[in-house]
């Protein structure tokens, strides 16, 4: 008897260590130690679908896209998302066979290259705020403006940077397929990234749009479909912590979904950081999960054996 389905999401150190160049060497090594993790929990008994993000990634795709523009055209960014979701998701399918036959388990991998249905009318549109790609002098930016009807901020005087929309996730488009595969026994890796954002026309049709769905929250969403036990994000840190980084700093280890809730509304979690890792977790217990839990990508295993990690739960009663 299993243990019970996990969606784990893998955080950006999972895939490129910070003042790592980004080469596939390195990347392809630092997948190689997570996959290790991940072959330890299908062998502890854990069903196993996977989500990564992929924002360095595809910061590159993009920078290689406007280096290579005139020569070759640019791809927009759906496409560009597309593309790191089968980069990434071909080094993690690798990796994590040949971390099967180290350790004698009989799985199949595959990666959905995953599109996640956004809603138009989304508020976000109309006020972009995710910052994408390279910084550029404030001159590069206002001409790329005028070009194109980009949307380009100053950032922390660190240079000029691209800002897009960050819709929320409606629906996982393959549903149906990640589903059919997961009950053939195939470990999934699916909505890298967030998933491409696309968003119907009236007829039903699909078409992508330039946008950037948050990671964990796209990671939720993909919980919710494949009716996960356990929504496991794994980062660069152990747990959570209130006053992070002040001197009185706190921990948190279990803690439900009403005191989590009365925290995030005090500010503790920041946007750029802990706060969609704790939105998504809360999220998914609302919805029905059995437990969110939030931990250090080296403590995967103890996290779902209650070891370590901060673990959201229901309320009691």
Known sequence: M???????????????????????QEQMENVRHTCKQIAKMVKAGYEVVITHGNGPQVGAIMIQ???????????????????????????ISQNLRNAFLEE???????????????????????????????FYTEEEARRRMEATGE?????AGRGWRRVVPSPQPKS????????????AGVVVIASGGGGIPVVRDESGKLRGVEAVIDKDLAGE?????????????LTDVPKVAVNFRQPDERWLDVVDVPTMRALQREGHFKSGSMGPKVE??????????????IASLNEALEALEGRAGTHVVPKEG
């Open 2 to 24: 299993g243990k019970g389905r996990i969606v784990v999401a893998l955080g950006g150190n999972a895939i490129l260590q910070p003042k790592q160049k980004g080469t596939a």
């Open 221 to 233: 969403k993909l919980a919710e479909t494949v009716r996960a036990d356990v929504l496991l994000i």
């Open 172 to 183: 996982i488009v393959e549903s149906e397929v990640i589903k059919a595969m997961l009950e």
């Open 280 to 293: 998504a977790v809360l999220r998914f217990v609302e919805w029905g999960g059995r437990r969110g839990i």
């Open 65 to 91: 896209n406007e280096l290579g523009s005139s020569q070759v055209p640019a791809m927009p960014m759906d496409v560009c998302g597309a593309e790191s979701q089968g980069m990434i998701g071909y080094m």
């Open 104 to 134: 004698g388990i009989r799985k199949e991998v595959a990666c959905v290259v995953t599109q996640v249905e956004v809603d138009p009318s989304d508020p976000s549109f109309k006020n972009p705020t995710k910052p994408v790609g390279p």
């Open 151 to 155: 949307v380009w901020v100053e950032d």
